[in-house]
């Protein structure tokens, strides 16, 4: 990456990730973002967080049991750990900081408990199929027997859909409240003051919510939340996420 002015800190890998966790105040994350713009290489190291952190969020997200995820083993979090520095250690490129930096921010700890909830669901998956009855060919089904799978938690709108909300009144529901709404934008590791460019009320698998669109890590991309009616801080009851290109 670029050399940093003397009184700028090198963006490296841990940097980026506090960043992308909402853990810089506001001045110092708008400096950052603005140095990321012009440098390549932290853009593409902040994508594969972004990667890390909607995928795990998303299926997180749909671990509704209440138990809470369980420890996770110790080779995930080396996978994980190595999906991020493989983004920022590409051949013929020199980072800043040295050969290997520890990453320990916000949002890989979201990333392996977000992996935990997976393997929860796995486990609870696999014991009720080596649990379930073998069936009987010679009872008719009913609709007692009959189950409807979910449908997987998405975005309800298209990208057209989504870019119109930036040329209207964003429209936050139960989020009007400032405070509530700064509450859950630090939920979802954004500072307080961010701007959002776009909002409105959502329903996803019959779960009401608001759909929030928010500026991405990269300047080319806009960032899309559906969260719970009660997001907040401690928990934003994220629905689903996704990413759209800017027009």
Known sequence: MGEPDDDEPPLTVELLADLQAGLLDDDSAARIRGR????PQAQGILRALNRVRCDVATLGADD???????DVPPEV????????????????????????????PARL????AGAGAVLAAIGVGTVALLNAPEPTPSTPATAQHITVSTPPMAIPLSQ????????RSPDYGPLADPARRASCLGGLGYPASTRVLGARPVEINARPGVLLVLPADTPDNLAVFAVALN?????????????????
């Open 36 to 39: 990321v713009r012009d440098d």
């Open 64 to 70: 509704t049991s209440g138990s809470g995820a369980p």
């Open 77 to 104: 979090t080396a996978r994980i750990s190595a999906a991020l520095d493989g983004e920022g250690n590409e051949p013929g490129v020199g980072l800043e900081h040295s050969a290997r930096p520890h990453i320990r």
């Open 109 to 112: 700890a979201a990333a392996v």
């Open 160 to 167: 057209d859909e989504i870019l119109e909300l930036l040329n």
């Open 231 to 247: 997001c907040s801080a401690a928990d934003t009851g994220l629905l689903a996420n996704t990413q759209v290109q800017r027009p």
